[in-house]
């Protein structure tokens, strides 16, 4: 089948005390009162904020779109969350609700493996992430992320009471289900991605409690270096600290911690050529980003930021820069909502070498952005047409460009050049 184009939340009235590696305790957001209406929206409120230069946020439209054709590969997915290219071409693909599959190369989607841990899914929460490790065809080793249920929390559990947990396992050979499987981080958050790095070590995006009715000076977390939350860690595939993390060994700071002062990266991308770490993240109301994620820095949530929170109020008084904050890439205000991003160094888009690709969830699209160095000069929006949301897009080993739809029904999609139809 082809299409062708020219171009909740679960209440209660408790905070919960996650479980973690450090001196103290990290409460959870008290759930809503049964019936309260919401503390805010995730709708626009016109708020525009000033760029530090020209092309940080609305960077000029394309102006010239290479025509694709669409494939559907896959059909009847629920949930979908993430998918990753294996070595050898198949992909895993994440329900959020807790199943993983493999979708072999000609489409079909497998049933759930089994030997998953037990996941905690509920509202945002739930599997979130899984790769192959660069040696999989010799070790069949994956990483999976997942929010785990903490064993000292009451039933019915409260709001976001799942823990960001990361583990590793082996597929089995018949790769019907994860063998072995060891948890190699409670990173404390309540979701967040996880990429591995040309050195073999794992990178992790810890995010915070966030979505209407939780204010962000609420959550001070991404500053404090005594937690994993807000963060985007680093560790080696055995779940040991790296020697070299900017934090290691120092007094009062976990040493798994890269860098500091994130919200909620829903996408990691290594940059093809530098070896450099992107990330997008969701902001509140408004200030979505792209970052490029630097060993040691701090990008300044909840001290700087452009966007609003979901109540309407500023935040910190609506500062968007301070001495030592990195500032983003690329920001967008009003919300698009990125979720996955990939880099395309493909042959089959000449026109799309070094681009940065970002599904866009409320955006319900794909963003183009066009880079000169790590400048946005540019930026298309495809697949508008779909009036889908995007959830995850990955380059695949042909060249082409698949995107993940998001919730019931979702789909995985491939864009190839118009040309070959």
Same mark, same amino acid.
């Given at each position: 089948?082809?299409?062708?184009?020219?171009?909740?939340? @679960?209440?209660?009235? #408790?905070?919960?005390?996650?479980?973690?590696?450090?001196?103290? =305790? @990290?409460? +959870?957001?008290? $759930?809503?009162?049964? *019936?309260?209406?919401?503390?805010?929206?995730?709708?626009?409120?016109?708020?525009?904020?000033?760029?530090?230069?020209?092309?940080?946020?609305?960077?000029?439209?394309?102006?010239?779109?290479?025509?694709?054709?669409?494939?559907?590969?896959?059909?009847?997915?629920?949930?979908?969350? !993430?998918?990753?290219?294996?070595?050898?071409?198949?992909?895993?693909?994440?329900?959020?609700?807790?199943?993983?599959?493999?979708? /072999? +190369?000609?489409?079909?989607?497998?049933?759930?493996?089994? *030997?998953?841990?037990?996941? #905690?899914? *509920?509202?945002?929460?739930?599997?979130?992430?899984?790769?192959?490790?660069?040696? #999989?065809?010799?070790?069949?080793?994956?990483?999976?992320?997942?929010?785990?249920?903490?064993?000292?929390?009451?039933?019915?559990?409260?709001?976001?009471?799942?823990?960001?947990?990361?583990?590793? $396992?082996?597929? =089995? =050979?018949?790769?019907?289900?994860?063998?072995?499987?060891?948890?190699?981080?409670?990173?404390?958050?309540?979701?967040?991605?996880?990429?591995?790095?040309?050195?073999?070590?794992?990178?992790?995006? =810890?995010? @915070?409690?966030?979505?209407?009715?939780?204010? !962000?000076?609420?959550?001070?977390?991404?500053?404090?270096?005594?937690?994993?939350?807000?963060?985007?860690?680093?560790?080696?595939?055995?779940?040991?600290?790296? +020697? /070299?993390?900017?934090? $290691?060994?120092?007094?009062?700071?976990?040493?798994?911690?890269?860098?500091?002062?994130? +919200? /909620?990266?829903?996408?990691?991308?290594? &940059?093809?050529?530098?070896?450099?770490?992107?990330? !997008?993240?969701?902001?509140?109301?408004?200030?979505?980003?792209?970052?490029?994620?630097?060993?040691?820095?701090?990008?300044? #949530?909840?001290?700087?930021?452009?966007?609003?929170?979901?109540?309407?109020?500023?935040?910190?008084?609506?500062?968007? !820069?301070?001495?030592?904050?990195?500032?983003?890439?690329?920001?967008?205000?009003?919300?698009?909502?990125? *979720?996955?991003?990939?880099?395309?160094?493909?042959?089959?888009?000449?026109?799309?070498?070094?681009?940065?690709?970002? $599904?866009?969830?409320?955006?319900? &699209?794909?963003?183009?952005?066009?880079?000169?160095?790590?400048?946005?000069?540019?930026?298309?929006?495809?697949?508008?047409?779909?009036?889908?949301?995007?959830?995850?897009?990955?380059?695949?080993?042909?060249?082409?460009?698949?995107?993940?739809?998001?919730?019931?029904?979702?789909?995985?999609?491939?864009?190839?050049?118009?040309?070959?139809?």
């Amino acid at each position: 089948m082809k299409i062708t184009f020219a171009v909740v939340v @679960i209440a209660s009235a #408790f905070a919960c005390f996650v479980q973690a590696q450090t001196t103290k =305790s @990290i409460p +959870r957001p008290p $759930a809503q009162k049964p *019936g309260a209406p919401p503390d805010g929206s995730a709708a626009p409120d016109g708020y525009s904020p000033i760029p530090e230069w020209a092309g940080q946020t609305h960077a000029p439209r394309v102006a010239v779109s290479a025509p694709y054709a669409v494939d559907v590969v896959a059909t009847g997915i629920a949930n979908g969350y !993430s998918i990753e290219f294996m070595p050898d071409g198949r992909m895993l693909l994440v329900e959020r609700p807790g199943r993983l599959k493999i979708i /072999d +190369r000609s489409g079909q989607i497998s049933a759930p493996l089994g *030997g998953l841990p037990q996941i #905690f899914a *509920g509202g945002p929460q739930g599997l979130v992430g899984a790769i192959a490790d660069r040696d #999989f065809a010799t070790n069949r080793t994956v990483y999976i992320a997942y929010t785990a249920p903490d064993p000292n929390a009451p039933s019915p559990p409260p709001r976001l009471a799942g823990v960001l947990t990361v583990a590793r $396992a082996r597929l =089995s =050979s018949d790769s019907t289900k994860l063998e072995d499987v060891k948890v190699l981080l409670n990173a404390e958050g309540i979701g967040g991605k996880i990429a591995q790095a040309r050195d073999g070590a794992l990178l992790i995006s =810890s995010s @915070i409690p966030a979505g209407v009715g939780i204010l !962000s000076p609420d959550w001070p977390q991404p500053q404090q270096l005594d937690s994993l939350m807000g963060k985007v860690l680093r560790i080696n595939t055995d779940g040991s600290i790296p +020697r /070299d993390n900017p934090f $290691a060994g120092r007094p009062n700071a976990r040493g798994e911690i890269f860098a500091l002062g994130i +919200r /909620d990266d829903q996408g990691l991308a290594f &940059h093809p050529r530098t070896g450099r770490l992107w990330a !997008s993240e969701h902001g509140p109301r408004g200030g979505d980003e792209i970052n490029v994620i630097e060993k040691g820095k701090n990008y300044g #949530f909840p001290v700087i930021g452009y966007g609003h929170d979901y109540n309407g109020a500023s935040i910190n008084k609506d500062r968007t !820069s301070q001495a030592g904050m990195e500032q983003p890439v690329y920001f967008w205000t009003p919300d698009i909502a990125p *979720g996955g991003i990939s880099f395309y160094n493909g042959k089959l888009f000449p026109a799309w070498q070094g681009n940065l690709f970002v $599904a866009a969830l409320a955006g319900k &699209h794909l963003a183009r952005l066009v880079l000169q160095g790590e400048r946005v000069v540019g930026e298309e929006r495809l697949l508008t047409e779909l009036d889908s949301r995007i959830r995850d897009v990955k380059e695949g080993p042909d060249g082409a460009l698949y995107v993940l739809t998001d919730r019931d029904g979702g789909r995985v999609l491939r864009l190839v050049p118009l040309r070959e139809r």
